[in-house]
């Protein structure tokens, strides 16, 4: 019972210990987006691995799932005859959460584990120490670039996963439930402009759909190297940061929406 | 608890005490260029306890003992790659510990290392590999970087037009270590840490490795430290040789002392290599 609860302790400790490494890590990382040198190179390269790399799994998210809202939301309205909302519902669902949530766990699981796997890698092949050996700084060569990109990146991706899924839904309403396309797309334009406008242009559900994934894009990298940064114990260490990187972080983004979300109805209540 | 990597361990001698720069190589004088004093470190199990070398300048220290006694890690240690529990660590004249993280890279500049598996930049290119260090240094423009790349390709018997624009994946074991010390000296350091600079090479290929060290040696005053099983090859450029047992340094003298010493322990090394 006693051994029970030291190593529980120690576990918390433990964790409490990660914690810590992890914030610093993340604000390393951050204040050397002044610093120089700026390793632009590899963060454009990053982009375009985390970003180009992902846009095909990520239409082929939006679309499947833009389809199949469409096509349970023509089911349920149908029992009040109000197909016509199915803009409505797939416009709001796709925005909000769906195109966000969807698009950062489909890249922590592309994007995430790669970042992870590559520094692991490096970690533990004495390339990071090299890289210290010549005056480097890892964090600012390596984690602050991705950090960077995926804080980029990930947005933009949500953006076309939004357009994708509602396309998808369109599809959907026009060829099988049989709506008009511009009833469809007036309803998802409605559901849009009924929370209100920030600065009296952006869609209020859309500007909260950003800031999400901005935050999410920096789990992702953020995690991806906070894991593989500190991989031990050869190849296997690297498959165990891989996976560590992905799990957490998709947990990290599922708690965090929440938290936005709450946080978004303070900051931008919506206009009723 | 292991130890964690650098970057987290170090935040917090940044806040500590801000310390002056290492001295310039023309205030050095007869201080040791690396000494270690008293250094004690365990991971899981204890490695160093209480070791104590220097190395002086201009002089080339063998490192020899057993796998597993904590070789490489007294390298890194130097480079502050890791920091000891106890004990002092010197480069330069100046003590690294106490050192923010920007002046242990400047000194780290100063030292070229040559890893033990290579430690390649898997992603770059061979030519890319080799200029690394100078493009960190930052104060040379690219023709001649390209220049000193050859130079230093030729230096370890590779022919730049066959390796430069090749990947390290695509290198054979020996060729990655020839690149790997040809990329440590790039930036004429003025310290060289070779960590089993021969493992894996082919007869031929070692003379020239061993001719490569006497030469920086000879010619450019370089001082350097040689850790390795190849006691031979070892011995043919050592100045100095120390033996690693049990977290020490048991033995300190020329390789003739070494090789005329009536230790057991020592004596029964000797033969088995
Ligand atoms: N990062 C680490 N984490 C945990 N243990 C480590 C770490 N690095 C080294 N060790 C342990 O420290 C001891 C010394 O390792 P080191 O690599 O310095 O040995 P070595 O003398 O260079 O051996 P070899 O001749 O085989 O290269 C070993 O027992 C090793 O298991
Ligand atoms: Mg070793």
Known sequence: ?272 | MSTPTEHLRHIPHERRRRVRAAPEPAARGAAPVIALDDVWLEFDHPVLRGATLHVDEGDTLLVLGESGTGKSTLLKLVLRLLLPERGRIRVFGGEINDLSFEEVLAIRRRIGKVFQNAALFDSLTVYENVAYPLREAGRKQEPEIERIVRERLEFVDLDPEQVMTKLPGELSGGMKKRVGIARAIASDPEVVLYDEPTAGLDPLAIDTIVGLIRKLQHELGVTAVVVTHDIRTGFRVASRVNLLREGRIEFDGTPEDMIASDDDYIQSYLQAA
């Open chain 1, 1 to 272: 019972m006693n051994g029970f609860i030291t190593s529980v302790d120690e576990r918390m400790r433990g964790v409490a210990l990660g914690v810590q490494e992890y914030f610093t890590l993340g604000a390393r990382a951050s204040r050397f987006v002044a610093a120089r040198p700026f390793y632009w190179r590899d963060m454009l390269y990053q982009m375009d691995r985390i970003g180009a790399g992902s846009v095909p799994i990520l239409f082929l998210t939006g679309l499947f799932t833009g389809m199949v809202l469409a096509l349970q939301s023509s089911v349920e309205l149908a029992k009040f005859g109000a197909n016509i909302y199915i803009g409505n519902l797939v416009g709001a669902s796709m925005v909000k959460e769906l195109g966000p949530v969807l698009s950062a766990l489909m890249v922590a699981g592309r994007a995430g584990s790669g970042i992870a796997a590559e520094l692991g890698a490096m970690r533990v092949t004495e390339q990071i120490d090299a890289l210290e050996s010549f005056g480097t700084d890892p964090i600012k060569k390596l984690v602050t670039p991705r950090l960077l990109a995926g804080m980029i990146m990930l947005p933009l991706l949500t953006i076309m996963t939004d357009v994708v899924g509602i396309a998808g839904g369109l599809f959907i309403a026009v060829a099988k439930v049989e709506i008009p396309a511009d009833i469809y797309l007036r309803g998802v334009w409605t559901t849009l402009a009924l929370s209100g406008f920030v600065f009296g242009i952006f869609p209020r559900d859309f500007v909260g759909g950003l800031l999400k994934p901005l935050v999410f894009g920096a789990i992702i990298a953020g995690t991806g190297s906070y894991y593989g940064m500190n991989a031990q114990g050869g190849t296997e260490g690297v498959g165990r940061a891989t996976t560590r990187a992905v799990v957490t972080s998709s947990i990290l983004i599922l708690a965090t929406d929440y938290f936005l979300t709450q946080l978004l109805l303070v900051i931008l209540p919506p206009v009723l």
